[in-house]
């Protein structure tokens, strides 16, 4: 009975040591995904897209806010969780606020791309 303790141990500890070894799982984020939630969480307010004809004037469209100085995807999904008002507070995920930045920096005018 000793042996095949030993034994299950052993077994334990070559798993537990192949699963911490793997490392967490993490995807980059998706700006396609970024889109659909531009379109259903943002269109009212933004033009979010360029076949999006309607939008409140008074707003930044995406494709603006990309281009904005020095605008990183974290400056911009720093400014979803704390909006200034008229900005709602948007029910949204982590995983979907990458997303969203993605979609929005995606939209950036090559000239005002970085080259990392």
Avoid: W
Avoid at 87 to 101: A, G, H, N, Q
């Amino acid at each position: 009975m000793t042996a095949r303790i030993v034994f299950l141990l052993a077994s334990l500890s070559i798993i537990d040591a192949g699963a911490s070894m793997a490392g967490p799982v993490t995807t980059a984020p998706d700006p396609v995904h970024g889109m659909s939630l531009a379109q259903r969480l943002c269109s009212t307010c933004h033009v979010v897209s360029s076949e999006q004809v309607h939008a409140n004037a008074d707003i930044p469209s995406f494709r603006e806010i990309a281009n904005k100085q020095g605008q990183t995807e974290g400056s911009i999904m720093a400014k979803i969780i704390i909006p200034k008002h008229p900005m709602p507070v948007i029910p949204i995920t982590k995983s979907e606020l990458e997303d969203l930045s993605a979609y929005i920096i995606s939209l950036r005018n090559p000239e005002h791309r970085s080259t990392p």
